[in-house]
């Protein structure tokens, strides 16, 4: 408003154009947002908050407008548009995401079975409801584009139809908004203008109105604690910084409104759409790069705790675990998560939020990935995991705990603790083997323990009915590599011969020398030459688990072995999966039987009593319920 004051505007001109400039375009953020990786986390999901919350005050603002250009109204118009505005948004968006949703899934969508007829329901009744709410909205002075948002936040809450807007309409919706850009916004743009110095000095000039918004980065709370070298507040500061820069649909449906009123000329519109358009082009180029940038240097940071580098003299690293807290939404969650991993004694690692359901009462699911900063776990090499493998396949072998865990649960499992060792007999193992796995059932105790502990501290601090998962994660599995080598020669991951052979050849090509031994960088060089998508880190930490002596080589005879467990490993996953999948189709058999039965009970029911069947009606009957 400052700046079109100074360039002699009047007061209702200088409010367009301040107006033109207000509004915060969610799709250009939510797009760059989603490229970087970043629309779940915390600081994702607060941009999205703001910018719906921008747009809201943008139309009521749009509103606004019908009153500004009529001469000298009273005084009191000035408030109907607001009032009218502020009113509908809270009875019928009240409704929207309260009683409405549910009365329309359970009273009427219930009613039709067929999701054909259900979607022409669904349509139809969303088409009534924007026709109602158009008019009304209009005519009582508040926007109709504020009715077509009612509407449209009125079905977002059905679930049925949130899962099929998604699924079917996504290409459709991209089709749509280009036609709407191309054949309404597109035509309002004046090329011939931006020729016009005047126009592009001003346009850079009122570009100042959209970095405006920049200082809106100060008020963004602390998600996380600082990292070293790596500060997440700054990171989220400036990302909510440029997000907010973006500007988009409303700018110019605000200006060409303002322009078709009189409120100011050609040459002004022209000006601001030459900002609105240098932001679009600007923001999110800048949004996205810092999102990079962040994520380069937060993936320096964690590659620099990598374990196998910082392993102590004992071969123990911190605990890592993956939190999952499905819980009800309520106000300061994401705070009260930060207060509760410092109180533990965690160090958040990343944190991501998606939500379950629609409306009011849906479910947050929160996920955080942490490292312990107490408890520590020993580095279990590739030896060590084979003993304790095959020491506890045989001590099970024939006890109620093979029963009771099931062939596939054992096969692969290496995890033991003191309850499960009571429940094997290990009368069958040698010292050495008891020995093993009573330290592995040991350090699972502490695990189980520490789960436990954090389990508790987040129930008790959000709610009794949050429910809470802590397992164990591992950031840098040691198979990553295999699996790269694997994918890219096309293997299959079991122990047949040609596989075997692959792999070996793969050490042999690197072993230039023939000395018997790799390291760590030939590996690496030698990989990605040759076009095999792997990281540095990877190659650290497969050696790491395999290096025994910890001279920084991996010996042919110690690679032939880890890759040996690795398809062994490889060849119990497929079992397990084909072991459910399995079940899974029985289950589902089993569920048609019981369909195809009711329905035969049902057709009996309906049959006429005291009169028999007769030969062709058996036979129809037969065909129809087999």
Same mark, same amino acid.
């Given at each position: 408003?400052?700046?079109?004051?100074?360039?002699?505007?009047?007061?209702?001109?200088?409010?367009?154009?301040?107006?033109?400039?207000?509004?915060?375009?969610?799709?250009?953020?939510?797009?760059?947002?989603?490229?970087?990786?970043?629309?779940?986390?915390?600081?994702?999901?607060?941009?999205? !908050?703001?910018?719906?919350?921008?747009?809201?005050?943008?139309?009521?603002?749009?509103?606004?407008?019908?009153?500004?250009?009529?001469?000298?109204?009273?005084?009191?118009?000035?408030?109907?548009?607001?009032?009218?505005?502020?009113?509908?948004?809270?009875?019928?968006?009240?409704?929207?995401?309260?009683?409405?949703?549910?009365?329309?899934?359970?009273?009427?969508?219930?009613?039709?079975?067929?999701?054909?007829?259900?979607?022409?329901?669904?349509?139809?009744?969303?088409?009534?409801?924007?026709?109602?709410?158009?008019?009304?909205?209009?005519?009582?002075?508040?926007?109709?584009?504020?009715?077509?948002?009612?509407?449209?936040?009125?079905?977002?809450?059905?679930?049925?139809?949130?899962?099929?807007?998604?699924?079917?309409?996504?290409?459709?919706?991209?089709?749509?908004?280009?036609?709407?850009?191309?054949?309404?916004?597109?035509?309002?743009?004046?090329?011939?203008?931006? !020729?016009?110095?005047?126009?592009?000095?001003?346009?850079?000039?009122?570009?100042?109105?959209?970095?405006?918004?920049?200082?809106?980065?100060?008020?963004?709370?602390?998600?996380?604690?600082?990292?070293?070298?790596?500060?997440?507040?700054?990171?989220?500061?400036?990302?909510?910084?440029?997000?907010?820069?973006?500007?988009?649909?409303?700018?110019?449906?605000?200006?060409?409104?303002?322009?078709?009123?009189?409120?100011?000329?050609?040459?002004?519109?022209?000006?601001?759409?030459?900002?609105?358009?240098?932001?679009?082009?600007?923001?999110?180029?800048?949004?996205?790069?810092?999102?990079?940038?962040?994520?380069?240097?937060?993936?320096?940071?964690?590659?620099?705790?990598?374990?196998?580098?910082?392993?102590?003299?004992?071969?123990?690293?911190?605990?890592?675990?993956?939190?999952?807290?499905?819980?009800?939404?309520?106000?300061?969650?994401?705070?009260?998560?930060?207060?509760?991993?410092?109180?533990?004694?965690?160090?958040?690692?990343?944190?991501?939020?998606?939500?379950?359901?629609?409306?009011?009462?849906?479910?947050?699911?929160?996920?955080?990935?942490?490292?312990?900063?107490?408890?520590?776990?020993?580095?279990?090499?590739?030896?060590?995991?084979?003993?304790?493998?095959? !020491?506890?396949?045989?001590?099970?072998?024939?006890?109620?705990?093979?029963?009771?865990?099931?062939?596939?649960?054992?096969?692969?499992?290496?995890?033991?603790?003191?309850?499960?060792?009571?429940?094997?007999?290990?009368?069958?193992?040698?010292?050495?083997?008891?020995?093993?796995?009573?330290?592995?059932?040991?350090?699972?105790?502490?695990?189980?323990?520490?789960?436990?502990?954090?389990?508790?501290?987040?129930?008790?601090?959000?709610?009794?009915?949050?429910?809470?998962?802590?397992?164990?994660?591992?950031?840098?599995?040691?198979?990553?590599?295999?699996?790269?080598?694997?994918?890219?020669?096309?293997?299959?991951?079991?122990?047949?011969?040609?596989?075997?052979?692959?792999?070996?050849?793969?050490?042999?090509?690197?072993?230039?020398?023939?000395?018997?031994?790799?390291?760590?960088?030939?590996?690496?060089?030698?990989?990605?030459?040759?076009?095999?998508?792997?990281?540095?880190?990877?190659?650290?930490?497969?050696?790491?688990?395999?290096?025994?002596?910890?001279?920084?080589?991996?010996?042919?005879?110690?690679?032939?072995?880890?890759?040996?467990?690795?398809?062994?490993?490889?060849?119990?996953?497929?079992?397990?999966?084909?072991?459910?999948?399995?079940?899974?189709?029985?289950?589902?058999?089993?569920?048609?039987?019981?369909?195809?039965?009711?329905?035969?009970?049902?057709?009996?029911?309906?049959?006429?009593?005291?009169?028999?069947?007769?030969?062709?009606?058996?036979?129809?009957?037969?065909?129809?319920?087999?």
């Amino acid at each position: 408003m400052g700046l079109a004051t100074a360039n002699g505007a009047s007061i209702k001109s200088a409010m367009a154009v301040g107006a033109s400039f207000s509004p915060t375009s969610l799709g250009v953020a939510a797009s760059a947002l989603r490229a970087g990786k970043a629309i779940d986390k915390p600081v994702g999901q607060l941009i999205v !908050a703001a910018c719906v919350v921008d747009d809201i005050l943008a139309l009521i603002l749009l509103s606004m407008f019908q009153v500004l250009v009529m001469d000298s109204p009273p005084v009191i118009q000035y408030f109907i548009p607001i009032i009218s505005s502020l009113g509908f948004l809270v009875v019928l968006g009240g409704s929207a995401v309260t009683w409405m949703p549910k009365m329309i899934e359970t009273k009427v969508l219930n009613k039709f079975k067929n999701d054909g007829d259900r979607q022409l329901v669904m349509f139809s009744m969303m088409a009534c409801l924007m026709m109602a709410y158009l008019p009304l909205l209009n005519y009582t002075k508040a926007s109709y584009l504020t009715g077509a948002f009612l509407a449209g936040l009125t079905f977002s809450q059905v679930e049925h139809c949130h899962h099929q807007f998604t699924e079917n309409m996504h290409h459709l919706m991209t089709w749509l908004i280009r036609v709407f850009f191309s054949a309404s916004i597109g035509f309002q743009v004046p090329v011939k203008q931006f !020729a016009d110095p005047y126009v592009i000095g001003w346009g850079f000039i009122f570009y100042l109105c959209v970095i405006a918004k920049l200082p809106l980065m100060f008020y963004v709370p602390r998600f996380e604690d600082t990292k070293g070298s790596f500060n997440p507040l700054l990171r989220d500061r400036l990302i909510t910084g440029f997000a907010m820069t973006c500007r988009g649909e409303f700018s110019f449906i605000i200006a060409a409104f303002a322009l078709g009123e009189g409120l100011f000329n050609a040459q002004v519109y022209a000006a601001i759409v030459w900002a609105v358009l240098f932001s679009c082009i600007t923001s999110p180029f800048i949004l996205l790069n810092i999102i990079k940038l962040f994520n380069k240097k937060e993936a320096a940071y964690f590659a620099s705790t990598n374990p196998h580098k910082t392993a102590s003299k004992d071969g123990t690293i911190p605990l890592y675990m993956h939190i999952t807290v499905k819980s009800k939404n309520i106000m300061g969650l994401q705070e009260k998560f930060r207060s509760i991993i410092n109180d533990l004694g965690l160090e958040i690692i990343e944190r991501r939020t998606n939500r379950h359901g629609r409306g009011l009462d849906a479910i947050v699911q929160t996920d955080i990935f942490v490292r312990d900063q107490k408890i520590t776990t020993k580095v279990q090499k590739i030896k060590a995991q084979r003993k304790i493998k095959r !020491a506890l396949a045989a001590a099970e072998a024939g006890t109620a705990a093979e029963e009771k865990r099931g062939s596939f649960n054992r096969q692969g499992s290496m995890h033991v603790s003191s309850k499960h060792l009571s429940e094997i007999n290990m009368n069958a193992l040698d010292d050495d083997e008891k020995v093993i796995l009573q330290d592995a059932a040991d350090q699972e105790d502490t695990i189980i323990k520490r789960g436990e502990e954090v389990d508790k501290a987040i129930v008790s601090a959000i709610d009794d009915s949050a429910e809470v998962k802590v397992q164990t994660w591992n950031p840098w599995p040691w198979t990553d590599v295999l699996e790269s080598i694997a994918e890219h020669y096309q293997l299959e991951l079991n122990r047949n011969p040609e596989t075997v052979e692959t792999f070996d050849k793969v050490f042999a090509s690197i072993d230039t020398d023939g000395g018997g031994e790799i390291d760590t960088q030939e590996m690496f060089v030698a990989l990605q030459e040759v076009g095999i998508d792997i990281t540095e880190e990877g190659v650290l930490t497969l050696f790491g688990i395999i290096d025994e002596d910890g001279n920084g080589t991996v010996e042919h005879q110690e690679w032939n072995t880890t890759v040996d467990f690795f398809l062994e490993l490889k060849e119990e996953e497929a079992a397990m999966r084909d072991h459910h999948a399995k079940g899974s189709l029985a289950d589902k058999q089993k569920k048609l039987r019981a369909n195809k039965m009711k329905e035969l009970q049902v057709a009996a029911l309906k049959a006429p009593k005291g009169k028999s069947m007769d030969e062709g009606d058996a036979q129809n009957l037969s065909q129809q319920h087999p």
